[in-house]
T-cell receptor, first 113, second 116 residues
Framework: DTEVTQTPKHLVMGMTNKKSLKCEQH?????MYWYKQKAKKPPELMFV???????INESVPSRFSPECPNSSLLNLHLHALQPEDSALYLC????????????FGPGTRLTVT | AQSVTQPDIHITVSEGASLELRCNYS??????LFWYVQSPGQGLQLLLK??????LVQGIKGFEAEFKRSQSSFNLRKPSVHWSDAAEYFC??????????????FGKGTKLSVIP
């Protein structure tokens, strides 16, 4: 099973709302990633969790707050977002960080109004 | 720092025709190379990967890619394209950016359109 699941599939939120994106994998992977993808662009790395610890934060604004409650789950908490944060948010996982081979979820389409 | 170039932004082929998507990388050591495909509004699906060994690698959906170190290339090929292959294709290189910072660097992507 090489499946990464993400919920919700679509999310519309106002700039004052607080919402969360969820990602789950049951492949025993110990590295998990959040990416942001704008239309017609490649994914941009936001955060990397390695063995449940945050190892990379690509200078992401604090209105995005990641959380890794356990080795299977990854959350992205959203607060006070801006319209330019509207994008496809992709979660991925890999066996270990140095394996590079990442498996992606279907993404959450976020619209900030 | 590593980089990936996909020279073709958009390619259109007829169904049944052969396909080659170009990818050039820049990295000092032996790279880990990947091709991903993304249908509109979907996540990325891994097509194939190259780590070492045989320079011609086979992937899913009938795709193959050839690693050419002398040309710093990892081109994706398919002998006969199907309409369902229409999608965005991303080449990526995996590299350690330092201090154990293992990341994928993506090319800008090539959009494939297929004419029936």
């Amino acid at each position: 099973d090489t499946e990464v699941t993400q919920t919700p599939k679509h999310l519309v939120m106002g700039m004052t709302n607080k919402k969360s994106l969820k990602c789950e994998q049951h492949m025993g992977h110990r590295a998990m990633y959040w990416y942001k993808q704008k239309a017609k662009k490649p994914p941009e790395l936001m955060f990397v969790y390695s063995y449940e610890k945050l190892s990379i934060n690509e200078s992401v604004p604090s209105r995005f707050s990641p959380e890794c409650p356990n080795s299977s789950l990854l959350n992205l908490h959203l607060h006070a977002l801006q319209p330019e944060d509207s994008a496809l948010y992709l979660c991925a996982s890999s066996l270990v960080p140095s394996s590079y081979e990442q498996y992606f979820g279907p993404g959450t389409r976020l619209t900030v109004t | 720092a590593q980089s990936v170039t996909q020279p073709d932004i958009h390619i259109t082929v007829s169904e049944g025709a052969s396909l080659e998507l170009r990818c050039n990388y820049s990295y000092g050591a032996t790279p880990y190379l990947f091709w991903y495909v993304q249908s509109p509004g979907q996540g990325l699906q891994l097509l194939l990967k190259y780590f070492s060994g045989d320079t011609l690698v086979q992937g899913i959906k009938g795709f193959e890619a050839e690693f050419k170190r002398s040309q710093s290339s990892f081109n994706l090929r398919k002998p006969s394209v199907h309409w369902s292959d229409a999608a965005e294709y991303f080449c990526a290189v995996g590299a350690d950016s330092g201090a154990g910072s293992y990341q994928l660097t993506f090319g800008k992507g090539t959009k494939l359109s297929v004419i029936p």
